[in-house]
């Protein structure tokens, strides 16, 4: 089981220079079950690296182009 940031959505033609320089919400953390896949968090700019606390209750995501640290708690379902 483990998240992983989706820093950007596109990686070829206009909108890919256009989202880190507008710092385009387009980002995402993902979760993996051990089964299967699948987004928990949508709409974060550039999200470029991701962390939980020692006791595993949260979950840290870096929004690189706004600046910030989203913290989230741990959920199974979301």
């Known amino acids: 089981q483990f998240y992983i940031t989706n820093d950007h959505?596109?990686?070829?033609?206009?909108?890919a220079v256009l989202e880190p320089y507008l710092a385009l919400p387009f980002a995402s953390?993902?979760?993996?079950?051990?089964?299967?896949?699948?987004i928990v968090r949508k709409n974060i700019a550039y999200?470029?690296?991701?962390?939980q606390s020692p006791d595993g209750k949260h979950v840290y995501v870096s929004e690189l182009l706004k600046r910030r640290i989203l913290v989230f708690d741990r959920n199974a379902e979301t």
């Open 9 to 15: 959505k596109f990686d070829k033609g206009p909108l």
């Open 29 to 38: 953390v993902a979760y993996f079950d051990g089964e299967k896949g699948r």
């Open 47 to 51: 999200a470029n690296g991701i962390n």
